[in-house]
């Protein structure tokens, strides 16, 4: 079974303030996933990385994949009380009966005006 | 296009009571999911589908049964429910092939309680 360590669980900050989630496995996946949550609403796809080693930008939000891809990790700078949410990374890995994600246990952020 | 939708939003349960929940997709994806989610654990998969008329067991399938009759649809049943299935139950679609394969569009969620 793979598994992927989230960490932290919970943080809350000021607005403006920068933070990184890290989301760690034993396993090599084909790709990670991040994934945002709001309440009442089911999981939106922020962005898929690939290669060992790929970073990928969206706004102030940054994503890196490890380079043994067993690893990544999510950095905001300035955050802004629009980030609040839960986010969840999930590492994909191709078996021969569909596209199976792990997911991780998530990081509840709360950003504070 | 409405996506993924699920029926009902809320449910209350008693203890061995049955109920279905109903997912549909108007994507044309060929794999569908059930998955639960509970504090602290992110989303565990419940069973998949990888076409009409398949289904199989994901991490945590016991005292749920599936259904994919229509490719469009994904039928999550329990047949006696235990107050261990409350939880927020996600529906999931993706492509089987092609750019963005293995990005799974969620539904709303389903809040279940059982008594």
């Known amino acids: 079974t793979q598994l992927l360590e989230q960490s932290p669980q919970f943080l809350s900050i000021q607005e403006g303030e920068n933070l990184t989630v890290y989301c760690n496995s034993s396993?090599?996946?084909?790709?990670l996933q991040w994934y945002r949550q709001e309440p009442g609403e089911g999981p939106v796809l922020l962005v898929t990385v690939v290669t060992g080693g790929e970073v990928k930008k969206l706004k102030r939000l940054t994503f890196q994949f490890g380079d043994a891809r067993k690893d990544s990790s999510l950095h905001i700078t300035a955050a802004q009380p629009g980030d609040t949410g839960l986010y969840l990374c999930a590492g994909a890995f191709i078996n021969n009966a569909g596209n199976m994600l792990t997911f991780g246990g998530g990081t509840r952020l709360m950003v504070k005006p | 296009n409405a996506g993924v939708t699920q029926t009902p939003k809320f449910r209350v349960l008693k203890t061995g009571q049955s109920m279905t929940l109903l997912c549909a997709q108007d994507?044309?994806?060929?794999?569908m999911y059930w998955y639960r989610q509970d504090p602290g654990m992110g989303l565990r998969l419940i069973h998949y589908?990888?076409?009409?008329?398949?289904?199989a067991k994901g991490e945590v399938p016991d005292g749920y049964n599936v259904s994919r009759l229509k490719k469009q649809n994904f039928l999550l049943g329990l047949e006696s429910a235990a107050p261990s299935q409350t939880s927020v139950y996600f529906c999931?679609?993706?492509?089987?092939f092609g750019a963005g394969y293995n990005e799974q569009f969620f539904g709303p969620g389903t809040r279940l309680t059982v008594l």
């Open positions: 999931a679609s993706s492509y089987r």
């Open positions: 589908s990888v076409g009409e008329g398949t289904t």
């Open positions: 994507m044309n994806h060929e794999y």
């Open positions: 396993s090599v996946f084909s790709s």
